[in-house]
């Protein structure tokens, strides 16, 4: 099947016409019947019904035209996008995410897109996951960058890389000098953790109660920053993301095992949302940071 084949039978199902859709594609009669034939032959399926000099779609046509019909405009936006590549984007991008990328990553992409778009307005929200869910199904954000989300019927989650949680103490802590720390040794230790509304807190309660630790929970606060500066001035351990921690003196950082919480970042979009070439330029930026953050980890 050929791009030219689509564009065939979307006309002829336009039209109804083997005279007027063979004048909208700028072929001869004979040769559109031809080439609809072959797209017929190849799908197993009668597309069309002729009847005398009538055509009208058949139930098979019906059902394939809506496909078709997307799958060419898909295509003449990408040529279209192609063709203004060499044009400034301009727009605005709206962006939605959770305290933990909005340390390093978001920040990371920022940087990349702005230097080759610098006409493009760029807004961010640190926002709770719920709060990036829901503006993104009322229309004021474009794109989410968190965790998958609990209700997945109106967005679509595209997945990242994966990560890896882990201990962050200061280097006065009993742990600080430990090179690994199973989960189960956290018993009875002091944690300052993110609410238990967050979903991050719910998987590391999951995996509390898989290794039979109870761990005292002395502190909750909602954003990563202020819990490393507390762990940083306390004998208080908090357990992040390890992208979360950006290098610094006053804090250790300590890999889990026995289970390793491991979360998984992605995009967010409105399910069936059109996106602005900015937007989709900003996404670009977004899967060539992660896929480096995936080679590193695995290198």
Sequence with gaps: MELRHLRYFVALAECLSFTRAAERVHVTQSTLSHQIRQLEDELGHLLFDRIGKRVMLTEAGETFLGYASKALREVDQGMSDLMRAGDQLSGEVRIGATGTFNIGFVPECLAMFLQRNPTVKVTVDELAADAIAQRLIDASLDVGIAYQPSDPTRLW?????????????????????????????????????????????????????????????????????????????????????????????????????SPTPVRTPGMLWKRDSKQSPAVRSFASCIRKLALGRSLRAVG
């Design 157 to 257: 989650f595209e997945p990242l890389y994966t990560e890896e949680m882990v201990l962050v103490v200061s280097p006065r802590h009993p742990l600080a000098q430990r090179k690994r720390i199973r989960m189960v040794e956290l018993h009875r230790q002091s944690l300052v953790l993110l609410p238990g509304d967050f979903t991050t807190r719910t998987m590391l309660d999951e995996c509390f109660r898989a290794c039979g630790a109870e761990p005292v929970v002395a502190a909750e606060m909602n954003t990563i920053a202020p819990m490393v500066g507390l762990v940083a001035r306390t004998q208080l351990a908090a357990i992040v993301s390890s992208h979360a921690v950006q290098p610094r003196d006053d804090v250790r950082v300590i890999p889990i095992e």
